[in-house]
């Protein structure tokens, strides 16, 4: 059997000439992909718009909203505790990253990111394993600490990997920072960011 | 540029890789898993494709000054990459399932087979189903997708060369399994090149 003789063979035997999957519906599918892109970076509700297509992304949003509820608690808790306490914080902000979701992030924008309470440029001033420190340059919304650590661990292969002395701007809702919600930033992007939040 | 302009045309640009990778894209994903996950993970690729809109390779970046409108891109340009992102959301999905999947697809694979009609490929699934992973992958890229090896290599990862060994030695493995078949099929001459015994 030759080379002529094979291709024809495994040609006669694609899959894709018998299956009876319809066709995709490339309109329908841009546009759901538009706006599924958006609703998962702002996690707002009108993710449920988008049920009838990928199950498994509501799966990963409602996973999502349990643990901003989860952590919601603990960071409201610490935030309590320190306003008791003493008015500025000693202690670090620690965060989580957000589990499932994104792949690689498009270069972050103030309005995209304005919807996180928690937003900051810092530089990263040691990596431990999962752990990032970061101290803090500006804080564009909420903070008022000077160092904040992340816990970077997750399951997800192509992340975001943090280098040391890196600068970065970091979003984070509730303690947890969402998908998309930590890029490096270059000295336009955080020009471009205190210019829109007057810092 | 504003940031709204930016985005607009990254859109437009989305709008038109679509319209040449989604049917390509849905027929690689038929050939390779159940009827009911294809839609899921063409949706997961064409999120993975809007969030890395300037990391496709043969379509303009939002640095350069494009001409407004741009041109449509080139399949033969943008697909081999395409096909990299649709085999590693594949992945995903199979890792996530873990080996319930892939029983359902191999018996899915032979249930479709058998009521296909005059031809019979049970033999062909066979012999792919004894090639390794990556092998197999490599193989139908150039039978089904009609790839190039350099395009190959483009959507596996592996250097252009590494596809043609693997390529070369996967077909001469396919050819030898399919021969043996067909010399043991009865009316066939099964003393063919043993006449010295």
Known sequence: MNDDELLARLKSADPALTSKAPLPDIDRLVEATLNTDVNTDTLTPPAQATAGRGRRNLFGLAAAAGLLMLAGGVAGGIVTNNDNGHSTSAAPLTLTIASGGSVKCAVPLPDRLRVNPTLFVGTVTSVKGALVTFRVDYWLKGGGTETVVLDSDTDQPERLTFSDGGRYIVAAKDGVVPACGANAASDETVGKFRQAFGK | ?197
């Open chain 2, 1 to 197: 540029m504003t940031e709204e302009e930016t985005r607009r045309k990254q859109r437009a640009r989305f709008e038109r890789l679509a319209q040449v990778v989604v049917d390509p894209l849905h027929r690689y994903l038929r050939r390779r898993t159940s009827a009911d996950r294809v839609e899921d993970i063409l949706s997961e690729t064409m999120l993975v494709l809007w969030r890395r809109i300037d990391n496709v390779p043969g379509l303009g970046t939002g640095s350069m000054p494009d001409p407004d409108p741009e041109p449509d891109p080139e399949p033969g340009d943008v697909l081999p990459w395409c096909y990299g992102v649709a085999r590693g959301c594949l992945a995903n999905a199979r890792r996530a399932d873990g080996r319930r999947l892939r029983l359902v697809e191999r018996l899915v694979r032979t249930q479709q087979q058998l009521p296909a009609g005059p031809a019979d490929h049970s033999d062909l699934h066979a012999a792919l189903d004894a090639l390794g992973a990556l092998d197999r992958e490599v193989v139908q890229l150039w039978a089904w997708e009609g790839l190039a090896p350099r395009q190959i290599a483009e959507a596996t990862g592996l250097t252009s060369n590494a596809v043609s060994v693997r390529l070369h030695r996967a077909k001469k493995k396919l050819a030898a399994q399919l021969g043996r078949k067909n010399a043991e099929l009865p009316g066939h001459k099964r003393d063919e090149g043993r006449s010295g015994q």
